[in-house]
């Protein structure tokens, strides 16, 4: 099962792809006018480079200050936390 999480701050992005507890992917992008279109960018840029597609992704956790632009995502937290994996896996 491959976990995301997409940490959205006032300027930067950043994600990393999970599977089994290891890292498979990651990527840190600068967010332009548009965030949502950033996002997806910065996030469609990293599946691309780990050889992944959307429908690879199990689930996708947004994060940050701006987690509610991760129109895609099942859960938006205020914090990354050991306790959201440990609700998904």
């Not at 992008?29 to 949502?36: K, Q």
């Not at 199990?58 to 509610?68: D, E, M, N, S």
């Amino acid at each position: 099962m491959i976990l995301v999480g997409i940490d959205v701050g006032a300027k930067n992005v950043k994600i990393v792809f999970m599977q089994d507890g290891n890292v498979i992917g990651k990527a840190l992008g600068v967010l332009e006018m548009e965030r949502e279109k950033s996002i997806n960018y910065i996030f469609d840029k990293c599946l691309t480079d780990s050889g992944l597609k959307r429908e690879d992704i199990a689930y996708i956790v947004g994060t940050g200050a701006g987690k509610k632009s991760v129109s895609f995502a099942q859960k938006k937290s205020r914090q990354w936390s050991a306790s959201i994996w440990q609700e998904l896996t």
